[in-house]
């Protein structure tokens, strides 16, 4: 299991990548810090604030916890779920072509907008 020892939001004072979408936490950019404990091994832990909000609602974490591999498998399951277009068979156009960090945040206020706060895509 991982035990978080801190977990706070800060300012980037460096660029940094997202270890959720792995896109850029831009220098100046609010970003999540946690610093854990993991079977003996410490690390840390930097996602943009949207990522680690989407993953606590879409990702169902097992012991492993959230990373990079289910957050999108997540976030690609939500969209299939429900922005698939049938008459064009394939999702729907606005929600192609996004970075993983733009689609997180499109997600983000769809889901906020109806306040879900947790939806299991299994
Ligand atoms: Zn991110």
């Not at 020892?5 to 810090?33: F, H, M, P, W």
């Not at 993991?38 to 996602?47: E, K, L, M, N, Q």
């Not at 012991?63 to 729907?92: C, L, P, Q, S, W």
């Not at 993983?100 to 947790?118: F, G, P, Q, V, W």
């Amino acid at each position: 299991m991982i035990e978080v020892i801190s977990d706070k939001v800060v300012t980037a004072r460096k660029e940094y990548y997202c270890e959720l979408c792995i896109s850029k936490i831009n220098k100046g950019q609010k970003y999540r810090t946690q610093f854990n404990k993991y079977f003996g091994d410490v690390g840390t832990f930097r996602a943009h604030t949207e990522c680690c909000e989407l993953a606590k609602i879409i990702v169902d974490a097992d012991e492993d916890g959230i990373d990079e591999d289910n957050f999108k498998e997540a976030m690609t399951d939500y969209v299939r779920k429900y922005h698939y277009d049938e008459a064009i068979d394939d999702i729907e156009v606005e929600w192609q072509r996004k970075s993983d960090y733009d689609l997180a945040k499109k997600i983000l206020s769809e889901l906020k907008a109806n306040d879900t706060t947790h939806i299991s895509l299994e």
